[in-house]
Each structure stands twice: as C-alpha cells, then as structure tokens.
C-alpha cells in the first residue's frame, strides 16, 4: 500500500491532477485506510487531497494552517497563481456560467440536452460528470458580454483566457470555452455560489441576459455528496 500511495501522490504533484476514474484515485475514493493513510502522508507535509465529488478530477492543495507560512501572509502572487484581478473576475464569470448550472443539473439528475424538459425518473439516475452535464461558452459571445468590463476583448482572447487553460481552470476547443480539470476542483460552490447569486455578479450575469440558477440549499449538496459516494463504491 505505501508503494502505491508514493506513486499516487508523485502523480498527482507531477500531472497536477487526476481523473476520479484512475485506478489508483478511485481507491483512494473507496477504501478508507488507503484514503487515511493518504491523508496523512499529505498532511505531513502541509497538504491535502482536494476531493470535489462533482468535479471528475482530484488534485492536492495547501492545507489553510501552512498557507500563511507558505504565501507569507500578505497578497503574494503565487497564491493567487499569478493570476491579475480582471483575470480572476474572468475566472468567477466563467464559474458562474459553467459550474452553477452544473450543478443544478446534477441535483436534477439532468444532461445538458435535458435542460428545460421534466422527467419524472431524473432522481433514479446516477450523478454523473463531464460535457454530459457541463455546457460549454461560446468564446466570441463570452467576449461581447463581459469583454469591456473585464479587461478588454484583446486581453481576454489574448492573454487571459490562454492562461486559465494553462492552469487547467478551461479548455479551448474551437471557439468554446469548456471546463477544465481545476475549474469545480480549486473553486468551491459552496463557498462561492451565494456570493454570485445574492451578490453584485448575478446582476451583471442578468444585464448580459445570462441565467443565474437558484442556489441549491445545504441538505441538497449533502444528498449529492452521499449519491456520489455511494455510486464511487460500485
């Protein structure tokens, strides 16, 4: 067991992140002692697994105790991994768009082809990940939108969204926008949702004609969580 938690963390620090699918991350996910055991190899060293049930990757972060020690207290860049501020107002807008509606399909047990259609069998479905629940943006229309409060289209297009790519928060498939590997990982809804949805965002996102999904109560995500779990285990 030690052998294979060594190559599991190795991978991770190495690949960044890994997909819930892979041998190696699925036990982690299913057997409790390798999980235990992992958790306090990382927490030897001040990390930790960075495990969202909704995301289709995992990946390992700082714990919040050595953050400060780390990052040195103050607004450091790495701690925002070198990203500016209209580069992080881009990142949240596109979390908005991508990750909330996201997750209300999962808790409806819908695909995105399912959106605005009832089935009366939704909640039999299992919780699922990736392009079948996650929409992409257009690009082009992304830019029109939020372009002029965001920095600019040029910067955006440019520079900006090639750099959330490269941190794995996007990916950029002919002129769309899809979620990365880091983008429901790094960023968590629970934190976050509320903010954008009773916050300054949601009335932007709404003055662009953007929808903004109810907030999906705290039982609600706890019900996913077991479901997700619960299916990990088969």
């Known amino acids: 067991m030690n052998q294979d938690i060594t190559a599991l963390i190795a991978r991770l620090m190495a690949h960044r992140w890994l997909p819930r699918s892979d041998a190696q991350v699925r036990r982690a996910l299913i057997d409790e002692a390798f999980r235990a055991e992992l958790e306090n190899r990382l927490a030897s060293v001040g990390l930790q697994l960075l495990d969202n049930p909704f995301a289709a990757h995992v990946a390992i972060g700082l714990q919040e105790d050595v953050t400060d020690a780390v990052f040195g207290g103050r607004d450091y860049q790495p701690s925002t991994m070198g990203l500016t501020r209209d580069e992080i107002a881009l990142l949240i807008v596109i979390w908005a768009l991508i ?11 819908k695909s995105v082809e399912d959106d605005g259609q009832n089935d009366m069998f939704g909640q039999d479905k299992p919780i699922v990940h990736g392009d079948e629940v996650s929409s992409a943006i257009l690009e082009a229309s992304l830019l029109a939108d939020f372009g002029a409060q965001l920095g600019g289209k040029t910067k955006i297009r440019n520079f900006a969204l090639g750099k959330l790519a490269r941190l794995g928060f996007i990916e ?63």
Do not use: C, F, S, W
């Not at 990750?99 to 409806?108: C, D």
């Open 172 to 234: 950029r498939r002919a002129g769309y926008i899809h979620e990365g590997p880091l983008l429901d990982v790094l960023l968590d809804y629970r934190v976050l949702a509320d903010r954008i949805i009773n916050g300054t965002l949601a009335d932007v996102l709404a003055a662009a004609g953007r929808n903004v999904p109810q907030m999906i109560e705290e039982e609600d995500l706890d019900e996913l969580d077991e479901d997700v779990d619960t299916a990990a285990d088969h």
């Open 99 to 109: 990750i909330l509606p996201k997750r209300e399909r999962q808790l409806g047990r």
